[in-house]
């Protein structure tokens, strides 16, 4: 199991997003990503069983798959992947 602890999946700029995106298409054609409906909390200063056992208790988790991509991806932004592609269209049309 590989645990990444930060906030690496952000979709702040248009590029960052595409970046984001293809991440997100191998994410869900691996078969092999699972994630929790509830954001952990960063880890960094915990012990490694801390920060296990915080992990452990965050509750049940699911396979990131073509019909859950858009649930998890509302943990990662406030916008839908559709309005983030509306917005960026729009501002680059300027």
Do not use: C, H, W
């Amino acid at each position: 199991m590989v645990v990444f602890d930060g906030v690496f999946l952000t979709a702040a700029r248009s590029a960052r997003y595409g970046e984001v995106r293809e991440l997100l298409d191998v994410a869900v054609a691996s078969d092999k990503v699972y994630y929790s409906e509830q954001r952990a909390p960063l880890t960094s200063e915990m012990t490694p069983d801390e920060a296990v056992s915080t992990l452990i208790n965050l509750g049940s988790i699911q396979p990131l798959t073509v019909e859950s991509r858009a649930e998890y991806f509302s943990l990662l932004s406030n916008f839908t992947e559709d309005e983030l592609v509306e917005i960026y269209s729009t501002r680059e049309m300027r």
